[in-house]
């Protein structure tokens, strides 16, 4: 675990928000926000160099505390070592739950081989399980907390060439409905965004591009304003809670329609 520091002053009566597969794009956006926001974060994926790079730039950014942890969501083992490390932090209000398996092209069923198949599921919904059975029992205990699971237009719909991410986002999707219908009720929020069209960067880095390719106007959606919806999600009032929401730009098409 790598912690990363900025005095922000405020009294640390919140939990931990805790984001699963951070990375540039909307991971660290989340983070971010809720870091903002005054929470303790621990952000985790693989690769700890460039997760501690980034905690760096959150805590100082935001003067808060961010705690940079190792896991790797397809590894049970690798899971539970994570959580051990996140739980000695404090209680965990937040989980967010972003890892995917990310292919880079569409490939042909008949030359998927099955390991890809199986690793695309354990990162997308095995790790999903596993980390919410991390830390749902102290959020019913206290009867609080928020999961949110991020999902994408391969969520609803089958796509040609993409039956490993498809079939791990359905099932995520499954999940999420499951885990709210029993849990809702024990004052855990349980959520699944569906992010329909491509992340890209977020306007404040993107800007000297955008303004010279003439206003940013690219269809992407901005994961600075997509980890607004998140914590909007976080803190609604529990007499109207959101379990599905889809996110698109503006611009662009209807995906899933
Ligand atoms: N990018 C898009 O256009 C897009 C569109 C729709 C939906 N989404 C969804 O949004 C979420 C975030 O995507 P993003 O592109 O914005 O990425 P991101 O949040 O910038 O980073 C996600 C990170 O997850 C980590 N990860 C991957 N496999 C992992 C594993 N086995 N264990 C732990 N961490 C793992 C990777 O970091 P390490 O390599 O360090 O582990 C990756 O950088 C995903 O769930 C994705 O399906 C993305």
Same mark, same amino acid.
């Given at each position: 675990?790598?912690?990363?520091?900025?005095?922000?002053?405020?009294?640390?009566?919140?939990?931990?928000?805790?984001?699963?597969?951070?990375?540039?794009?909307?991971?660290?956006?989340?983070?971010?926000?809720?870091?903002?926001?005054?929470?303790?974060?621990?952000? /985790?994926?693989?690769?700890?160099?460039? @997760?501690?790079? !980034? &905690?760096?730039?959150? =805590?100082? $950014?935001?003067?808060? %505390?961010?705690?940079?942890?190792?896991?790797?969501?397809?590894?049970?083992?690798?899971?539970?070592?994570?959580?051990?490390?996140?739980?000695?932090?404090?209680?965990?209000?937040?989980?967010?739950?972003?890892?995917?398996?990310?292919?880079?092209?569409?490939?042909?069923?008949?030359?998927?081989?099955?390991?890809?198949?199986?690793?695309?599921?354990?990162?997308?919904?095995?790790?999903?399980?596993?980390?919410?059975?991390q830390?749902?029992?102290?959020?019913?205990?206290?009867?609080?907390?928020?999961?949110?699971?991020t999902?994408?237009?391969?969520?609803?719909?089958?796509?040609?060439?993409?039956?490993? /991410?498809?079939?791990?986002?359905?099932a @995520?999707?499954? !999940? &999420?409905?499951?885990? =709210?219908r $029993?849990?809702?009720p %024990?004052?855990?929020?349980?959520?699944?965004?569906?992010?329909?069209?491509?992340?890209g960067?977020?306007?404040?880095?993107?800007?000297?591009?955008?303004?010279?390719?003439?206003?940013?106007?690219?269809?992407?959606?901005?994961?600075?304003?997509?980890?607004?919806?998140?914590?909007?999600?976080?803190?609604?009032?529990?007499?109207?809670?959101?379990?599905?929401?889809?996110?698109?730009?503006?611009?662009?098409?209807?995906?899933?329609?």
């Amino acid at each position: 675990m790598i912690r990363s520091t900025a005095s922000s002053g405020s009294s640390q009566q919140q939990g931990i928000a805790a984001i699963v597969g951070v990375g540039p794009k909307l991971g660290r956006s989340i983070a971010g926000k809720f870091a903002h926001e005054g929470y303790t974060v621990a952000i /985790l994926a693989r690769d700890l160099g460039r @997760l501690s790079r !980034l &905690a760096e730039e959150i =805590a100082s $950014e935001e003067k808060a %505390q961010v705690f940079a942890i190792r896991i790797d969501c397809s590894d049970s083992k690798s899971v539970r070592d994570a959580f051990e490390t996140v739980l000695s932090l404090g209680f965990v209000e937040v989980l967010v739950y972003n890892a995917n398996y990310q292919p880079p092209n569409p490939t042909s069923f008949q030359s998927l081989p099955l390991e890809t198949f199986q690793n695309s599921l354990a990162v997308s919904t095995v790790g999903a399980f596993h980390c919410a059975q991390q830390v749902i029992p102290s959020m019913v205990e206290r009867g609080k907390g928020t999961i949110l699971f991020t999902g994408c237009s391969a969520s609803l719909n089958g796509i040609a060439g993409y039956s490993q /991410l498809c079939c791990g986002k359905f099932a @995520l999707r499954g !999940l &999420a409905q499951c885990l =709210a219908r $029993e849990f809702q009720p %024990q004052g855990v929020h349980i959520a699944h965004v569906i992010i329909d069209g491509v992340v890209g960067l977020p306007r404040r880095k993107s800007l000297i591009v955008a303004e010279r390719s003439g206003g940013g106007e690219d269809g992407t959606l901005d994961p600075d304003a997509l980890a607004q919806t998140y914590w909007q999600l976080h803190v609604q009032d529990k007499n109207a809670w959101t379990q599905e929401m889809d996110l698109r730009n503006s611009s662009s098409t209807f995906r899933f329609f």
